[in-house]
């Protein structure tokens, strides 16, 4: 190797070193620039957490879809969202005595509009206290919906369905046989339904297959197949897989139908018994020729106080319209339910034909209906959001 070759590589040897010193040096003293440095990243960190958590409230332009019990659902400031406090679950023993009575609504978006809500509670000079909807065996239970309702104030009612709706066949639908669902070919379904209601904690009023006294559901022991005694086996069975998810946050409200379009149909034979169940439920609208509450539901209610002294909800009621019978009817609906201890209030099935209802049931329908609703209600002792 010749002595031009060595020399050049020997100059260049301190060069490392010496960048090594620059570089330490300009790392010691440059303090400054590494806070700034590590600012950004915290920052950056820190902006990224807070999306995370404001895509999992899922904030609309309303607020937060879970907003606590009662609570206006505003969006929350940054505290919040960083260290969100939870609502305190309540037990389900405060809506299950309520010290007033309810007043429910089954609107079009139950449970998600607030707005459906504050319409209703601006004409009807209170504010509703449950809000029901209708959830078919070919969906997944939403607990986004429960929190919804929670956040405006409600205690959801959840009419839990087995069937794929009226277009697949009204009665027939082999596939949702009663018996299908005593031989377990439901129970992944039941049971996913079930862990996600317990998960989720909050009270909710279940309300299965209702109106099984009459003929026109797949889960009519008159129709799709099914036999005498399948009703309460099957709702024997979806209520033991509820309780070995361990849902006891569940009110379970078995509903019947008035008797009036099925009278020869034993009720006593469809009850699934006093350990299976919290609410009666009681479906009747007043129709044809009926001006009080008395000829709509007083037959009915006469049968179910010989079978059971568990407290009543009507689950879903209303007046079809009639110029004169409706205002008057809706008037005596008030009077009777305030004589009533053990009827714990009534949900109004606030839709008409366009919205799904098989006739105008809205309160509101008329300028007359509308007067008779406020004015009853007013006399009636509400029970608040807590059942208090």
Request: aromatic fraction near 12%; hydrophobic fraction near 40%; charged fraction near 20%.
């Amino acid at each position: 190797m010749s002595d031009t070759t060595v020399e050049p590589l020997a100059e260049q040897r301190p060069a490392p070193a010496a960048r090594r010193r620059k570089k330490t040096h300009w790392w010691s003293r440059g303090s400054g620039i590494r806070l700034r440095i590590w600012m950004t990243v915290n920052v950056l960190l820190l902006g990224t957490l807070c999306w995370g958590v404001m895509a999992a409230l899922e904030l609309d332009g309303k607020g937060p879809r879970y907003a606590g019990l009662g609570r206006p659902a505003g969006a929350p400031g940054l505290g919040q969202l960083i260290h969100p406090a939870p609502p305190p679950v309540p037990d389900k023993s405060l809506f299950e005595t309520p010290k007033g009575k309810y007043f429910g609504v089954a609107t079009p978006e139950a449970p998600w509009s607030a707005g459906e809500v504050d319409a209703i509670a601006a004409k009807a000079g209170v504010r509703p206290t449950m809000t029901e909807y209708f959830v078919r065996w070919t969906s997944e239970f939403d607990p986004k919906a429960i929190a919804r309702a929670y956040a405006h104030g409600t205690l959801p009612v959840i009419s839990w369905e087995p069937w794929d709706g009226e277009d697949n066949g009204h009665t027939e639908q082999p596939e949702f046989a009663l018996s299908t669902i005593v031989n377990g070919s439901h129970d992944d379904y039941i049971k996913r339904f079930a862990q996600s209601v317990a998960a989720q904690k909050w009270p909710v009023a279940l309300r299965f297959a209702h109106e099984m006294n009459g003929t026109w559901y797949p889960w009519s022991e008159a129709k799709n197949g099914n036999q005498k005694g399948q009703y309460v086996q099957a709702w024997k069975h979806i209520h033991d897989l509820f309780a070995q998810a361990g849902a006891d946050n569940v009110i379970w409200v078995w509903s019947a139908n008035i008797v009036r379009p099925v009278p020869n149909v034993d009720l006593a034979g469809l009850y699934p018994g006093d350990d299976y169940v919290d609410w009666i439920g009681l479906t009747g609208y007043g129709t044809k020729g009926e001006a009080s509450a008395t000829d709509t539901f007083g037959p009915t209610v006469d049968i179910l106080r010989r079978i059971t002294h568990k407290p009543m909800l009507i689950t879903e009621t209303g007046r079809e319209p009639s110029t004169e019978l409706k205002a008057k009817w809706t008037t005596d609906f008030f009077g009777w339910l305030n004589q009533q201890p053990d009827v714990l209030g009534f949900i109004w099935f606030e839709r008409d034909r366009d919205q799904g209802g098989k006739a105008d049931w809205r309160f509101d329908e008329t300028p007359e209906s509308l007067r008779a609703f406020a004015e009853g209600i007013a006399t009636v002792a509400l029970a608040d959001g807590l059942g208090g």
